[in-house]
């Protein structure tokens, strides 16, 4: 069974950076395809970012980029993603996923962290 477990949430003030990881077990990290969910509260979970499974490829949700940077360390059975010029708009739970079979927008990820709260005040 794949255990995901994020860390690195947090308050932070606006402009800020947070950087969250994901820690895999139960299966070999390189193995699992990669995304990050938030919801914010009376919203959609929506998907942020994802990236395959060597790390060679990465999508963005549009509100997201040139702000986020998603990567992995195989070797560590890490993921991670970098937050920089953090808005208040960003704050929401972001959920860890993983999925054999399928990486990138419109997967139903099999695996699931159980999230960390990030908070950016203005």
């Known amino acids: 069974q794949v255990q995901l477990v994020e860390s690195g949430g947090g308050l932070v003030q606006a402009g800020g950076s947070l950087r969250l990881s994901c820690a895999a077990s139960g299966r070999t990290f390189s193995s699992l395809a990669m995304g990050w969910f938030r919801q914010a509260p009376e919203q959609e979970r929506e998907l942020v970012a994802a990236i395959n499974w060597s790390g060679s490829r990465t999508v963005y949700a549009d509100s997201v980029k040139g702000r986020f940077t998603l990567s992995r360390d195989n070797t560590k059975n890490t993921g991670y993603l970098q937050m920089n010029s953090l808005k208040p708009e960003d704050t929401a739970v972001y959920y860890c996923?993983?999925?054999?079979?399928?990486w990138g927008r419109g997967v139903n990820y099999d695996y699931w962290g159980q999230g960390t709260q990030v908070t950016v005040s203005s």
């Open positions: 996923a993983a999925d054999t079979r399928r």
